[in-house]
């Protein structure tokens, strides 16, 4: 069972991969990330073969969407303390979910994030550095205000 100091350490620090590079639109953005081993995401999941879970890909997915989508006029930085400022947003729908491939520690991976204004959702897939799918999804996001 971690201790609450572990607990507070992954919220602060441990969630979010590091972002490599990323290529922006007003729409659609694609960014490489780095799923460090050090995530709090791979911790005990599972013991003999860490993984990141679905629900650490759908969180990253709505953390960079809220980060890049709702602060459009402002550059993101690459440190944690502005990742830490993107705008709070809960989810209110998840659909089209398919997980095909594990992404395990260390791999480098691509997140395309595409907002779809009218419908007011956010389409996110992740794969490989060569294009092959790891996962995708679609989110709808509400204000968590």
């Not at 602060?12 to 799923?35: A, D, F, G, Q």
Request: glycine share 2%.
């Amino acid at each position: 069972m971690p201790t609450k100091a572990r607990i507070k350490e992954w919220s602060e620090n441990m969630k979010i991969p590091e972002l490599i590079s990323y290529e922006k639109s007003h729409h659609h953005i694609s960014m490489v990330l780095k799923m460090n081993a050090s995530l709090c995401w791979f911790e005990g999941h599972f013991p003999n073969y860490a993984i990141l879970p679905a629900i650490a890909q759908i969180y990253m997915a709505k953390y960079f969407s809220a980060l890049f989508f709702a602060q459009y006029d402002q550059e993101p930085s690459k440190t944690l303390e502005q990742l830490k400022s993107a705008p709070k947003l809960n989810i209110a729908s998840l659909n089209r979910m398919k997980f095909v491939k594990p992404i395990e520690p260390d791999n480098e991976v691509i997140l395309d994030l595409t907002f779809n204004e009218q419908k007011q959702t956010i389409k996110f897939s992740y794969s490989d550095l060569n294009g092959n799918a790891f996962s995708q999804g679609q989110l709808k996001l509400i204000s968590a205000q």
